[in-house]
């Protein structure tokens, strides 16, 4: 008889494949389709956009690499990627550019750039706009559909480092421990947010690595890297504020003390659990 860790360990490697052709580089984000869970958008620091099939039945439809969409003036390695629907997404990459791609057909276009790296991309359905934030201590909304697709900047308090997005409430994580709550409907013209604008600091005591929005539009996480991950609650009112909370992951006991990893991802299951 297998030892119960054995047997464990070979029904984990059963749902486990490698997906192929995978980046020269370290991979910065991987997103699943909003409306084909199979297809998986994957953005690398060799400066490739990949979109790989990625089926849960892996005997009858092997995954496969659909498409490589590299930029044709360089390298230039791309930090964050959206999905605005099943064929199109958005990047944001080091060389301050935010690109468009057109996952049918390939073709690729700059939408407009930042004064710095482009940190994180998330498109807003409700206000049916691209957000943009940047190194540069800016948000920027973009309409793809516009002639001319800038639409305002609204100036932060420090740099990006991470954002999401849930119906219209935006949430952006920055340098200093500073966390910005938002609504993209009052953005436009640049103004600052609007009513519901909260400007807080993190419960965290280190730099923010990532921010995850509740599907069900009541709070989001933060993580950091000090190995931590706090949930915190949109309603400012004191009763709400009460049930926040923070623990302790992602770290190794040795005898010289617990060895800390970053907690660089975060993902909430789309059922909110």
Request: with cysteine; charged share 20%.
């Amino acid at each position: 008889m297998q030892p119960a860790s054995q047997t464990a360990a070979m029904a984990d490697a059963t749902n486990q494949y490698d997906l192929p052709s995978p980046p020269s580089d370290a991979i910065s984000s991987v997103h699943f389709s909003p409306t084909e869970p199979d297809k998986l958008l994957v953005t690398s620091w060799d400066s490739s956009l990949r979109l790989y099939s990625a089926p849960p039945n892996t005997t009858s439809f092997p995954p496969t690499l659909l498409h490589n969409y590299t930029p044709p003036t360089g390298p230039a390695p791309l930090l964050s990627a959206s999905y605005a629907s099943s064929t199109h997404a958005y990047t944001g990459s080091l060389d301050r550019r935010v690109r468009s791609y057109d996952l049918a057909t390939g073709q690729m276009s700059v939408l407009g750039a930042h004064d710095d790296a482009v940190s994180c991309v998330s498109w807003c359905a409700e206000a049916n706009v691209l957000l943009s934030a940047s190194w540069d201590a800016t948000l920027r909304l973009w309409d793809p559909r516009a002639p001319e697709a800038f639409v305002a900047t609204v100036t932060q308090p420090a740099k990006a480092y991470s954002m999401d997005v849930v119906g219209s409430k935006v949430v952006l994580a920055m340098a200093e421990r500073k966390v910005a709550v938002l609504d993209a409907r009052y953005l436009g013209g640049g103004r600052a947010g609007g009513e519901g604008r909260q400007l807080r600091e993190s419960s965290l005591k280190f730099m923010t690595r990532a921010v995850r929005c509740m599907p069900d539009g009541e709070g989001y996480a933060t993580s950091s890297i000090e190995g931590r991950i706090a949930v915190e609650f949109f309603d400012p009112s004191p009763a709400v504020q009460a049930k926040k909370y923070a623990f302790k992951c992602h770290r190794v006991a040795s005898p010289q003390g617990d060895v800390i990893y970053p907690v660089n991802a975060l993902a909430f299951h789309p059922d909110g659990s």
